[in-house]
């Protein structure tokens, strides 16, 4: 019987090694994936990431705010599918005077036998991001979908106010309606510079109506608490991507 036991007790922990090297070679995979893509993108775009302008951007006048409730202590929004967010932090009233900064890390590990977690900080308004959501957004959808990855959007204010009004808008979508998440921040992102109608037009397209929080500037000071976040994080320019804790270099070479 002790024998039986112990067989058992060895095949399980076999199988949990082998579980384990799966997952580390799909994180492999992904990273050489995006990290291809990233100096691909970066030669086509003629920079390699949008640095952070310290003089503008953030949240503007609207510093104290409700986050929507799908989203994070970090302020990002986490997808498991294309069309389902994870359940969030219920943030409630944030500000951009009081984030966790350098107390929380920039990236998520995740736990064995868990599919690799994807961190992609960005801004509507960086030249790279939309070319990499222009690049990767149906393949990072595909993965979604497939049940390889999770991702997790921080949609940041480095640059003016299209990032501003994007991103509140994408905050509304994520609120009000969750199964449109991804589609939207996809389309609001490749297609910048868009006024407040337009991106209120275009989440209706898809079955969104965010015309009464877009009036109300629900979300505009929760990109301001992201963007304060990811600083204190040091957090240098978008997009910036982590999988499961490692960086993807591709932009800094």
Known sequence: MARTSQNGSAREQARKMQ?????KERTRSLLLRLGVVAVAVAVVVGLTFWVVNRGGGGGGQYT?????????????????????????DDLGEVSTDEVPGGDLPAYVETEEGEVPHVVIYTDPSCPSCQQFEAENHEQIGEWLDAGQI???????????????RANGA?????????????????????????????????ADGLGADISQCMDDNEYYAFTGYTTAQAQAQEIQGTPTIFVDGEQIEGWQE
């Not at 705010?65 to 969030?88: C, D, K, R, Y």
């Not at 999770?150 to 501003?164: C, D, L, M, P």
């Not at 969750?178 to 910048?192: C, K, M, R, S």
């Open 150 to 164: 999770t991702v997790e959007y921080r949609s940041v204010n480095f640059v003016g106010q299209y990032a501003q």
């Open 64 to 88: 104290t705010g409700q986050a929507p409730s799908v989203a994070n202590e970090h302020g990002g929004i986490t997808l498991t599918s294309t069309t389902e967010l994870a359940e969030g």
């Open 170 to 202: 994408i905050a509304c979508v994520a609120e009000e309606s969750p199964e449109h998440f991804y589609d939207f921040l996809g389309q609001a992102t490749v297609n910048p510079d868009q006024s407040v109608d337009e991106l209120v037009s275009a």
């Open 19 to 23: 579980q384990e090297q799966e997952r």
